[in-house]
């Protein structure tokens, strides 16, 4: 391989919040004494970035100037040439593409273009903790359709629940996550197809978070929503980001395609009224630094490394952990995993497990606030001796 996806690096007083935990409560307690910690609970990569990203960054740090600005044509330029490359999308025109501060940032003002205070929104659960939050403080009410597994275990939209939702509790906007987070799953076109036909029916407007587009694994390919037909792509706001495919969520910077004027007119409005959404100078360069051709290059090495990774983790399961339950994710670096037979067969709580986990270092993440019972989620997108490491510690001292 061309990059370094193996180098462990120490990110302590480095602004990490995965390893310099909060003392407010709100992170678990660090590991005891003579463990290190190996950083698994948030969702970001223990990889360095892709050189032209800080390359890009220094080139404009050269200039010492950093007054107000307007995005360049090269930022433009940029995601309609990754998109093409990497979705097949065509025809995307700079006007189609409205920068966000965040993703969250705006699935919150794409809901507030659609819906009044107090109006339900159907979602799928696992739910992403981020929507229940984002969604919740800002008064809107979740419905939760459930993932189903099939006999092979695949998760699968319930196209029947999904229906009777929409058409008895008057849904109008509903949040697709593509890929799913934290299931893993890169929905098939006639998935979408489906789910398209059916908020066509009930004429629901649909927020689709793509955030993790680009981290398909091997042998998987994103779909996007607004590609299904051309209904599906005037009825809905994708939302993108360079930040989870490439690291960067310190530095701040979404996007958002959204081809439908109407829509578009009445988001950018939205976003203008807080006067907050504004993009910052190195963000954009860094994005541009991203999309570069060492960037697809740099991306499809760590999808190799994170199938790895993921190939790796299902196997140690499988083996070693009886009575602990998943699906093997085809996108994302999250692992989420049922943890029920084998914390009954033992007589321990998921509480209890979870602080087993944590004494030893092994930061995983509580499932349960994705609505994921006795669940736990799991980041691998660290160097494989990591993540091994990771395992044989959970194997010594946490399910025995």
Same mark, same amino acid.
């Given at each position: 391989?061309?990059?370094?996806?193996?180098?462990?690096?120490?990110?302590?007083?480095?602004?990490?919040?995965?390893?310099?935990?909060?003392?407010?409560?709100?992170?678990?307690?660090?590991?005891?004494?003579?463990?290190?910690?190996?950083?698994?609970?948030?969702?970001?990569?223990?990889?360095?970035?892709?050189?032209?990203?800080?390359?890009?960054?220094?080139?404009?740090?050269?200039?010492?100037?950093?007054?107000?600005?307007?995005?360049?044509?090269?930022?433009?330029?940029?995601?309609?040439?990754?998109?093409?490359?990497?979705?097949?999308?065509?025809?995307?025109?700079?006007?189609?593409?409205?920068?966000?501060?965040?993703?969250?940032?705006?699935?919150?003002?794409?809901?507030?273009?659609?819906?009044?205070?107090?109006?339900?929104?159907?979602?799928?659960?696992?739910?992403?903790?981020?929507?229940?939050?984002?969604?919740?403080?800002?008064?809107?009410?979740?419905?939760?359709?459930?993932?189903?597994?099939?006999?092979?275990?695949?998760?699968?939209?319930?196209?029947?629940?999904?229906?009777?939702?929409?058409?008895?509790?008057?849904?109008?906007?509903?949040?697709?996550?593509?890929?799913?987070?934290?299931?893993?799953?890169? #929905?098939? &076109?006639?998935?979408? /197809? +489906?789910?398209?036909? %059916?908020?066509?029916?009930?004429?629901?407007? @649909?927020? !689709?978070?793509?955030?993790?587009?680009?981290?398909?694994?091997?042998?998987?390919?994103?779909?996007?929503?607004?590609?299904?037909?051309?209904?599906?792509?005037?009825?809905?706001?994708?939302?993108?980001?360079?930040?989870?495919?490439?690291?960067?969520?310190?530095?701040?910077?979404?996007?958002?395609?959204?081809?439908?004027? #109407?829509? &578009?007119?009445?988001? /950018? +409005?939205?976003?203008? %009224?807080?006067?907050?959404?504004?993009?910052? @100078?190195? !963000?954009?360069?860094?994005?541009?630094?991203?999309?570069?051709?060492?960037?697809?290059?740099?991306?499809?090495?760590?999808?190799?490394?994170?199938?790895?990774?993921?190939?790796?983790?299902?196997?140690?399961?499988?083996?070693?952990?009886?009575?602990?339950?998943?699906?093997?994710?085809?996108?994302?670096?999250?692992?989420?995993?049922?943890?029920?037979?084998?914390?009954?067969?033992?007589?321990?709580?998921?509480?209890?497990?979870?602080?087993?986990?944590?004494?030893?270092?092994?930061?995983?993440?509580?499932?349960?606030?994705?609505?994921?019972?006795?669940?736990?989620?799991?980041?691998?997108?660290?160097?494989?001796?990591?993540?091994?490491?990771?395992?044989?510690?959970?194997?010594?001292?946490?399910?025995?």
């Amino acid at each position: 391989m061309k990059y370094d996806f193996t180098t462990v690096y120490d990110r302590r007083g480095r602004d990490a919040l995965a390893v310099d935990l909060r003392k407010d409560g709100s992170c678990p307690q660090p590991p005891k004494e003579g463990f290190d910690l190996i950083p698994m609970w948030v969702a970001d990569m223990n990889f360095a970035t892709v050189p032209t990203i800080p390359q890009a960054i220094r080139e404009r740090l050269e200039h010492p100037l950093f007054g107000y600005f307007s995005p360049r044509d090269e930022y433009y330029d940029s995601i309609r040439s990754w998109q093409r490359s990497r979705n097949g999308v065509e025809a995307l025109t700079p006007e189609h593409i409205c920068y966000v501060n965040g993703v969250l940032g705006g699935v919150v003002a794409m809901a507030n273009v659609l819906c009044s205070r107090g109006d339900k929104i159907l979602v799928h659960a696992p739910t992403y903790v981020g929507f229940t939050h984002a969604l919740g403080d800002n008064g809107y009410e979740l419905v939760h359709s459930p993932l189903v597994k099939d006999d092979q275990g695949i998760w699968r939209m319930d196209y029947q629940d999904m229906e009777r939702r929409l058409s008895e509790e008057r849904i109008h906007c509903a949040i697709l996550c593509s890929p799913h987070n934290p299931c893993g799953r890169v #929905w098939e &076109r006639w998935e979408l /197809e +489906k789910a398209m036909d %059916l908020f066509r029916k009930y004429d629901v407007y @649909v927020i !689709s978070d793509e955030i993790w587009s680009d981290l398909t694994l091997e042998g998987y390919r994103h779909i996007p929503t607004q590609s299904i037909s051309e209904d599906a792509k005037m009825r809905t706001a994708a939302m993108y980001a360079p930040s989870k495919t490439f690291n960067l969520a310190g530095l701040v910077g979404s996007y958002c395609v959204i081809y439908n004027p #109407w829509l &578009r007119h009445r988001f /950018e +409005k939205e976003q203008e %009224l807080s006067h907050f959404n504004e993009m910052n @100078v190195l !963000s954009m360069h860094a994005l541009i630094g991203a999309y570069k051709p060492e960037g697809h290059q740099w991306l499809d090495e760590l999808r190799q490394v994170l199938t790895r990774n993921v190939d790796f983790a299902c196997g140690f399961i499988a083996e070693h952990f009886p009575g602990v339950t998943l699906q093997k994710p085809q996108g994302t670096y999250m692992l989420f995993a049922d943890c029920t037979g084998w914390c009954e067969a033992h007589g321990v709580t998921l509480d209890t497990l979870l602080k087993r986990c944590w004494d030893v270092g092994v930061a995983i993440q509580d499932g349960r606030p994705f609505h994921g019972a006795n669940c736990v989620r799991m980041n691998l997108a660290l160097p494989l001796a990591r993540v091994q490491e990771a395992f044989r510690r959970m194997q010594e001292y946490v399910f025995v």
